[in-house]
């Protein structure tokens, strides 16, 4: 499956109850074929408004943060681990990542990436199988291996506590840049 087909499905899912009050399904964004992929917890709302993820304030400060590191959205994959807005901006509950998990299997099978940055403790914590310090363990990296994909987790903050904290942006600028720089 390419990665337009893989999108298509996506949107047109209707395996957890996120997808009652969605405007869209937000697949992902970016190159395919990157060497590293930027994972969040969910879409946000300004997201579900555009069908692009990392939209609004957030997104303003992964633009700068990247292109502090020498690169744009279309050098990286972005991409969530759940699809769908969910309601009141509420984090997404196990059960539901649990049925949108397939999606991010199957880009890691199509993406391939040497490095995943794990964007935040929730993400980090799903990633690595274990609690996670986001202040203790940011900017560190992790071997990550499944069934069909070996590669590392950077662990870094989510960039939307970079909207009401402002000096973590440095923090996740230099943690990406690492995770940039690795590859
Ligand atoms: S969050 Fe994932 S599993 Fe749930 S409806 Fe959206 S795409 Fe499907």
């Known amino acids: 499956m390419d990665i337009d087909e893989h999108n298509d499905e996506i949107r047109s899912c209707t395996r957890c ?18 060497d590293v992929m930027l994972v969040g917890k969910m879409v946000g709302y300004a997201d579900d408004d555009v069908g692009l993820p990392y939209q609004g304030e957030a997104g303003n400060i992964l633009d700068h943060v990247l292109e502090n590191a020498g690169v744009t959205r279309d050098d990286v994959f972005l991409t969530n681990l759940t699809r769908c807005y969910p309601p009141e901006s509420r ?9 949108c ?5 199957r880009e890691l099978d199509i993406v391939d990436p040497d490095v995943i940055v794990a964007l ?3 993400v980090a914590e799903r990633l690595l199988g274990r609690d996670v310090s986001v202040e203790e363990e940011h900017g560190t990296r992790h071997t ?3 069934l069909t994909y ?25 943690d990406i840049a690492a995770a940039l720089g690795s590859v």
């Open 120 to 122: 935040g403790k929730l």
């Open 17 to 34: 109850r996120l997808s009652e009050n969605r405007t869209q399904a937000v697949p992902n964004q970016g190159d395919p074929d990157a």
């Open 144 to 146: 990550y291996n499944t």
């Open 91 to 99: 984090n997404p509950r196990t059960d539901e990542l649990d049925r």
């Open 150 to 174: 070996r590669g590392e987790v950077f662990v870094t903050y989510n960039v939307g506590a970079a909207t009401y904290e402002a000096e973590l942006r440095d923090v996740i600028a230099d």
């Open 101 to 105: 998990a397939s999606y991010f299997e």
